[in-house]
């Protein structure tokens, strides 16, 4: 089956059934999922709707349904149409009540509530976005986590992602013969990873770039030989100041923003416990 109907359905943005999907699809080769999204689906009319959908492009549901009698509906229309219908959440949420010996609250987009934590990540954006390629750099202690590295090795991306997480991020580009500012070598609050990448791969990139730009591909910013000069040069400074690096050669920026989340908890636990 290369082509299919795949109905993801949700009460609140969608977000969590999309990941759950992505991450499931991307094991099977040559299957392409013909995607419908439903989102804020909370009333029984809005589930009529979306059967009406199914039964007119008939596959696989996926939903996360907190609300019984919408969801009681919807699996009802699918037995019906003897089509496959998944709660994704349910096994969880299951595990958690029975551990927990606790009752979970049906509340459709909870996790969306202008809570304290909503209002940290919105606060992190700001902080990321003003802090993005060597900017306002005499307030760093303020970040919680400040990325170095070459032109082209994800450092924006990478620190929105992180924002996005709650963490409040700063980058700062290695440019050659341009001194380090002193502000970021004696950084003691955030943590500072160094970001690098194969220097092949990062001189495809620039070429690239220059490429898009209408701009000379041959020069010293693209040339492999003065990229891997560069690319050395940035290890030897991220070893000398003891700061981690994280190579983002294979690495999508959700996996490089997964390990650096990583180095940023154990860097805390430690300080943590040697406080105690």
Not at 4 to 30: I, K
Not at 176 to 192: A, D, I, M, S, Y
Request: aromatic fraction near 6%; charged fraction near 25%.
């Amino acid at each position: 089956m290369g082509n299919f109907h795949l109905h993801l359905v949700s009460d609140a943005t969608g977000e969590t059934v999309t990941s759950v999907a992505r991450a499931c699809m991307v094991q099977f080769e040559d299957v392409h999922p013909v995607q419908h999204n439903w989102w804020l689906v909370r009333s029984q009319g809005q589930v009529e709707r979306v059967i009406a959908g199914i039964e007119e492009h008939r596959g696989i549901v996926l939903y996360t349904l907190v609300d019984s009698a919408v969801r009681g509906v919807l699996e009802e229309a699918c037995r019906r149409l003897k089509i496959p219908c998944i709660a994704v959440l349910d096994p969880v949420m299951g595990a958690l009540a029975g551990y927990l010996q606790a009752e979970m609250q049906a509340t459709p987009g909870r996790q969306y509530q202008l809570d304290a934590e909503y209002f940290a990540r919105i606060d992190a954006m700001q902080f990321t976005l003003s802090h993005d390629d060597g900017q306002l750099i005499d307030d760093l202690e303020d970040a919680d986590i400040v990325l170095v590295g070459v032109s082209r090795t994800s450092k924006t991306p990478t620190c929105m992602y992180l924002a996005n997480r709650g963490f409040k991020c700063a980058n700062y580009p290695l440019v050659p013969g341009v001194p380090l500012p002193p502000q970021l070598e004696v950084l003691k609050t955030p943590l500072v990873v160094g970001l690098t990448k194969d220097p092949k791969s990062l001189s495809d990139i620039r070429r690239a770039r220059l490429r898009f730009l209408n701009q000379e591909e041959e020069s010293d910013y693209a040339q492999f030989e003065k990229v891997r000069e560069e690319v050395a040069a940035a290890r030897r400074l991220f070893t000398r100041h003891g700061w981690p690096a994280v190579d983002v050669s294979r690495r999508s920026i959700e996996e490089a923003s997964a390990t650096i989340i990583q180095l940023h908890s154990q860097r805390k636990a430690a300080r943590e416990g040697g406080m105690q």
